[in-house]
Each structure stands twice: as structure tokens, then as C-alpha cells.
């Protein structure tokens, strides 16, 4: 059955494309793995050129939605990482490790910068006093599979700064200078766009969907440890919990 797209509309036709392939993989009729339509296909279903279906195509490649395998067709992506989403509290570190994922940490800022209101109230410190802001780069066969943000106090984690983040991992290093372990971590989840400056570090289009995690961990004594933000790629990462009825 032939769809005309709608030529008069203000949307650009290949946006249309895109739009009417991701419907399809959302609904689930075109399910991981299954081989997309081949572009003549979609030239003489949707009634458009081929320069708008391959530039359709290129947009959602880009999103992670599709794959293109030269010499074989555009595949409907498989999400590569999981991570738990309940249960126990567990670094992205810890996660893929346990996957047994090899990754590298890219240190991309590392400064310490004075306290103002919001993360005053956030870590519970004073206004003004030390923390430390680390932005760090996690990557998985070459690939950014998910950035971090992070403001810890330098009052709660003294030489919390001396740490080599491409190495150290976060929460062992937290536990360490402030001699308390993590207790639990408060989360809220959120759907984004990219944006130029976290789009360019990711490798996705800045229009491109993200999941955010806002969170806040804190020590056994209830002290706020840290605030992070945790921005992972669309169609790259699934998170996975299991609920108990209550």
C-alpha cells in the first residue's frame, strides 16, 4: 500500500521519512534486527527521491534507531548496554563490568570551582565553599556510550581532586576520602535533547533524544556525597529494573 507524505506541509520531507521509520520500529512492527525496507522501497512508497529516503535514514542512524551494513541493508539497532534501573545502587562502572564490557573513562573536565546556591542546597554545604566539577567521557569500542557530570564538596571528600578519573572510578574514590561508604542514591529521570555542547561530545545529532539522570548519592550517614548528571545516548542504553508488587 502506498503512504504519500505530505508535500504541502512545513516539514521538510526527509524529516517525514524519519518520522514514518520510527514510528514503525516504536510500534514494534519492524522489530531489533529486522532489515528495514530497501530504499527503492521506500522511494515508491512514500513518493519521494531517493536523496530525501538516504538523508531520512542518515538522521536516524545517527539517533542509534538504525545500523547500515554496507552490502547487506539498514538494520532496527539492538540497545548494546543495560544497566539495573532498581535494586542495588551500582556505578555504570560496576554495570559493565559485570557485563563484562570492556570500557575507557575520558577525563574532560576536572576543576574546582565555588559552591553557588543550588548546589549549596543540593550537597548541603556552604555557599561558596570548594567542590570539585568532573565531566567525564565513558567510551565502549571507541564509542561515547554515556557522559557525566558531577559536583562533589571537597569538605565532605577532602583530596578528592588528586584522583586520576581515567582510572579511579567515582564512588570507590568518594568512599575513600570521605571514610564512609555510599549508602543509597536519590534519582529522577528525564527525556532530553542532546544540545550542541553534549551532542558533539556523545556523537549524536544535537536534536538527537538523551536520557538524563539526575542524581544525588548520598554517604551512610545521609550526607550528601555527590550530584550528577548522567546523560546517556538514545538507543544505546536500556535500563532495566525488576518490581515486586506491593
Known amino acids: 500500500m502506498t503512504q504519500q507524505l505530505f508535500k504541502e506541509e512545513s ?3 526527509h524529516i517525514q521519512v524519519s518520522d514514518f521509520i520510527r ?16 530504499e527503492y522501497s521506500l522511494v515508491k512508497e512514500l513518493g519521494v527521491s531517493r536523496g530525501t529516503v538516504q538523508k531520512g535514514i542518515r538522521a536516524l542512524a545517527g539517533e542509534g534507531l538504525l545500523t547500515q551494513i554496507r552490502g547487506k541493508g539498514t538494520f532496527v539497532t539492538e540497545p548494546s548496554l543495560y544497566h539495573p534501573a532498581g535494586g542495588n545502587l551500582l556505578s555504570f562502572a ?17 576543576e574546582i570551582v565555588e559552591t553557588d546556591e543550588i548546589t549549596s542546597e543540593k550537597l548541603q554545604v556552604p555557599l561558596g565553599s570548594p567542590i570539585l566539577f568532573l565531566r567525564r567521557l565513558r567510551l565502549v569500542n571507541d564509542e ?8 562533589m564538596s571537597l569538605l565532605t571528600c577532602p583530596k578528592l581532586d588528586a584522583y586520576d ?3 579511579a572510578t567515582l564512588f570507590s574514590a568518594i568512599e575513600e ?11 529522577w529521570h528525564g527525556a532530553r535533547v542532546a544540545g550542541s ?6 556523537r549524536c545529532d544535537e536534536a538527537s533524544p538523551v536520557l538524563n539522570i ?12 555527590e550530584w550528577g548528571n548522567i546523560w546517556l545516548p538514545a538507543n544505546r542504553y536500556v535500563l532495566s529494573s525488576v518490581l515486586q508488587r506491593a
Open 11 to 13: 516539514k521538510p520531507l
Open 144 to 151: 561515547p556510550a554515556l557522559l557525566m557530570e558531577s559536583k
Open 94 to 110: 560496576e554495570s559493565l563490568r559485570m557485563q563484562g564490557i570492556s570500557f575507557v573513562t575520558k577525563v574532560v573536565t576536572k
Open 165 to 167: 578519573f581515567t582510572k
Open 23 to 38: 514510528e514503525k520500529i516504536y510500534s514494534k512492527e519492524w522489530g531489533v534486527h529486522t532489515k528495514i525496507p530497501s
Open 214 to 225: 539526575d542524581q544525588i548519592c548520598y554517604l551512610e550517614n545521609n550526607v550528601p556525597a
Open 177 to 187: 576520602t570521605s571514610k564512609r561508604r555510599i549508602g543509597f542514591a536519590k534519582q
Open 197 to 202: 555542547e553534549r551532542g558533539a561530545l556523545l
